[in-house]
């Protein structure tokens, strides 16, 4: 569990005259939870198109188990705050749609969606259109929809952002359930403080002008992850510290 | 009933019962005012009339019909496919869209009567040219909406895709067209309610032999009022059955948006049960 998977060096992107990430450098173990939170304009979504390969770096290397995979795609998978999900395919369909639109959806991917809808609870809604769904249903077959893309690495941005705040806790604890089953790497963006110390094994802070990474903490949080670790101690003591690097002397 | 039956049924009293309420709500209006203003038989008859001139010279008027029907769906098909192929190109390279669109739009602006002469010229008195100015009305509206629906699909929604590494092809066909697919029908559907239109210019313009058009013309000549009427009439038929027929393939092709589950296929069960 202690491969590096994700190896950013130096890397930075600059549009015009903002340097929206200065030069940043940061490893992802293999299996690890790591959260970057920041306020807006602190180049989150910069380092994550750049990771994806939607964007090329001006300088810098993204390595993936040291594959150099800069300026490339393929290698991800990635969420967004909007699920994305295409309205005219089920939700089984949209579940297979990384495998529709790069090689071909087999009887075993579908048999893999079903399985996976049924063991998170979709298990009923196969069938249906997202258009019937709720946000937090939506936002869960997207992230199957991620899983399904069978990569090491996800890429979530703020996935859970748009959702009300009970629909977001449920979704926290769903997403971890999920995590621990799936082994996979997740790379989580957020501009909740306490969402990331939650989920997450490592907290990124990042702060805008230039963009750049300015601490890197540990959760001192056991897993499993419980609710009632929200008003522990160390969460507390953790969260304070993040949120005066975030909010600097105000707080 | 169930629930969802009733609903149903609403549904179809809606969406079938209104239509033709609205239609036997012309014909009554259309009566009262023949009747109520002593309208002379040679200026227009009544509704009884129109519709027996029809239904007493069916055998003469069937095989028109039939002509008719044909330029339309043929001038149809040929302008849809180009529009979208035109939309979908223009779509892509913007620099062709620069350099075609005015040329489109010109296009649109010669009065499609005074296209006839030239095409009869270039094609003679054949189907052809009927064919060509229906597609050259049909054309259009498709090309105007599939660029609009090209160039409005969500791009993150394109990024995702790159993300996962789909090719241009793929993501074009399984993202691209189903977005485009309510302003595609769009389009159809102006076209669908023209095309008609055309195929009679076409026939008026560029018939030398027998047409629906020219039928028309010679009841108009002979006095023959209620002929006229009635050739309206079954020409509007044309019409409406034709938007109609593309309105069922879009209702058939789009069932997500009017449905929450998706219908089962008896060919596609098999594969379900087989991967389970």
């Known amino acids: 569990m202690t491969e590096p998977l994700l190896s950013l060096r130096e890397v930075a992107k600059t549009f015009g005259e903002t340097v929206a990430l200065a030069p940043t450098t940061l490893t992802i173990d293999e299996g690890s939870f790591v959260a970057i939170v920041g306020p807006s304009g602190c180049g989150k979504s910069t380092l994550f198109n750049v990771i994806a390969g939607l964007l090329t770096p001006d300088g810098g290397d993204v390595l993936l188990r040291d594959r150099p995979v800069t300026g490339s795609t393929g290698h991800v998978g990635y969420m967004l705050q909007k699920d994305l999900l295409v309205p005219w395919r089920t939700v089984e369909d949209n579940i297979t749609m990384a495998k529709r639109l790069t090689g071909r959806v087999t009887a075993e991917d579908r048999a893999e969606a079903r399985r996976m809808a049924r063991a998170y609870g979709l298990g009923e809604f196969l069938r249906h259109y997202p258009s019937a769904l709720s946000g937090g249903m939506r936002q869960r ?48 963006i957020t501009h909740d403080v306490d969402e990331s110390i939650f989920l997450a094994d490592r907290v990124v802070v990042m702060s805008p002008r230039p963009g750049r990474v300015v601490a890197d903490f540990t959760s001192p949080l056991a897993r499993p992850r419980t609710l009632d670790m929200l008003t522990e101690g160390h969460f507390i003591e953790l969260k304070g510290r993040v949120m005066h690097l975030l909010h600097g002397g105000a707080t | 009933m169930s629930a969802p039956g009733r609903r149903r049924a609403g549904l179809v009293a809606r969406n079938v019962g209104v239509p033709i309420l609205s239609l036997v709500l012309v014909l009554v209006l259309w009566q009262l005012i023949v009747v109520g203003f002593h309208v002379a038989s040679y200026v227009a008859p009544r509704p009884r009339e129109a519709i027996l001139s029809v239904t007493q010279n069916w055998s003469l008027l069937w095989p028109l019909v039939l002509g008719t029907i044909r330029e339309t769906v043929y001038g149809f098909v ?106 595609l029908f769009s389009g159809l559907k102006i076209g669908a309610t023209y095309a008609v239109t055309g195929a009679i210019i076409g026939e008026l313009a560029a018939s030398d032999g027998s047409s629906l058009a020219l039928y028309q013309e010679h009841a108009n000549s002979n006095l023959n009022t209620a002929a006229v009427y009635g050739t309206t009439m079954v020409m509007t038929a044309i019409g409406i059955s034709w938007f109609l027929l593309v309105v069922g393939v ?5 069932p997500w948006r009017r449905r929450t589950v998706a219908r089962r296929w008896p060919w596609r069960r098999d594969r379900d049960d087989v991967a389970q």
């Open chain 1, 141 to 188: 077959v997207a992230f199957m929809r991620t899983l399904m893309t069978h990569q090491s690495l996800l890429l979530l941005d703020e996935p859970f952002g748009a959702l009300d705040a009970q629909t977001r806790l449920e979704m926290q604890q769903w997403l971890l359930q999920v995590w621990r089953d799936a082994q996979r790497t997740v790379l989580f």
């Open chain 2, 78 to 183: 040929v302008g849809a496919a180009l529009g979208f192929f035109l939309g979908v190109i223009m779509a892509k390279v913007p620099f062709l869209q620069g350099l075609v669109y005015p040329v489109l739009v010109l296009s649109q602006a010669i009065p499609i009567i005074a296209l006839a002469a030239p095409l009869v010229l270039i094609l003679g008195f054949s189907t052809a040219p009927k064919i060509v100015i229906v597609a050259w009305i049909v054309f259009f509206p498709v090309t105007v909406n599939v660029i609009d629906g090209l160039s409005h699909v969500d791009r993150d929604l394109l990024n995702l895709a790159k993300v996962y590494g789909a090719s241009r092809w793929r993501t074009f066909w399984q993202i691209e067209i189903p977005a485009t697919s309510t302003p």
């Open chain 2, 250 to 254: 879009e209702v058939f092709a789009t």
